[in-house]
């Protein structure tokens, strides 16, 4: 050690001081002192405090979320605020050219990527999470979508087979649910959708179903 004090001397060890009142703090270290809105007023399109918690709750969200639900979860007042930070979410991701985009699908609000992004995005995409349907489980589906609530019996007579195992399956993956019971002898169940069809879809109502005729093949 005395060959490092003969080398640098005295001040080799220097005392801790306190910063001046003027003196800059580092760049690396704004981020720690100061405020969210602050920040939000030097840079442009930033977040403040609400905004950001609204797009955090987007982001982490595995389904859609009502409104009201997300005005619970990012503090807000109600859900009248909770739709105006996401139309204010939705002009700065336009404004940033971001690949991310708020929808309006199943009554809720969700953040997705771009359709322009898709065919990159799906390589990603692990084998079984992807929703597979065979022609007959589309049909089906198609069915109890435009005649809910629908009798088996009903869906199998417009299809002409048996339904049974297929509406079973459609159940299992959570898009078909019994919506409750008919009138008739022996009160058979009625069929409908789920919220996760109008998800999976990409949907926010029945309403937004392409209309029958465009489902027609043409001539």
Known sequence: ?????????????RPYTRH?????VPRALHARFDPVGEA???????????????EAA????????????LADVAGLLDAAEARAAV???RVLYDADG??????EIAGGYQLLTRPVYHSWLARLKRTGHELRLTGAALETLAVVAYRQPIMRAEVEKVRGVACGEVIRQLMEKGLVKVAGRHDSLGRPQLYGTTKKFLQAFGMNTLDDLPQVESLRPPK
Do not use: C, S, W, Y
């Open 1 to 13: 050690m005395n060959h490092l004090r003969q080398r640098f001397g005295p001040a080799a060890r």
């Open 98 to 103: 971001t690949a991310f985009q708020i929808e």
């Open 58 to 69: 987007l982001l982490i969200a595995d389904e859609p979320l009502a409104a009201r639900k």
């Open 20 to 24: 001046r009142d003027n003196a800059r």
């Open 40 to 54: 939000a007023a030097r840079v442009p399109n930033a977040r403040d405090g609400k905004l950001a918690r609204v």
């Open 87 to 89: 139309e204010r979410l």
